[in-house]
Nanobody
């Protein structure tokens, strides 16, 4: 059974930092590209960042220079380090694991940026 479990979300003040984790099981982690997506209230889900099985990263324009995606193949876990958070980053963040055309998603975790 495939499981992707996000953790590390919560409430943070503008300018603050958070690190999200996505712990996986039931997949061959090293073969999967990992990604983070987010969905704000009333908006469509959007790409935040992806990292390929070989470590190549890609970021959405709104988070470039502020967020960093990484992966730990020994722990079967992906991370999203978020810095200089803004109110516009408030959303539910979803972890994604993709191998060829097969995708799996986590249930999502809430991040709220507010003073």
């Amino acid at each position: 059974q495939v499981q992707l479990v996000e953790s590390g979300g919560g409430l943070v003040q503008p300018g603050g930092s958070l690190r999200l984790s996505c712990a996986t099981s039931g997949i061959i982690f090293t073969l999967h590209a990992m990604g983070w997506y987010r969905q704000a209230p009333g908006k469509e889900r959007e790409l935040v960042a992806t990292i390929s099985s070989t470590g190549i990263t890609n970021y959405g324009d709104s988070v470039k220079g502020r967020f960093t995606i990484s992966r730990d193949n020994a722990r079967n876990t992906a991370y999203l380090q978020m810095t200089r958070l803004e109110s516009e980053d408030t959303a539910v963040y979803y972890c994604n694991a993709r191998f060829r055309v097969v995708e799996n998603w986590g249930k999502g975790i809430s991040v709220t940026v507010s003073s």
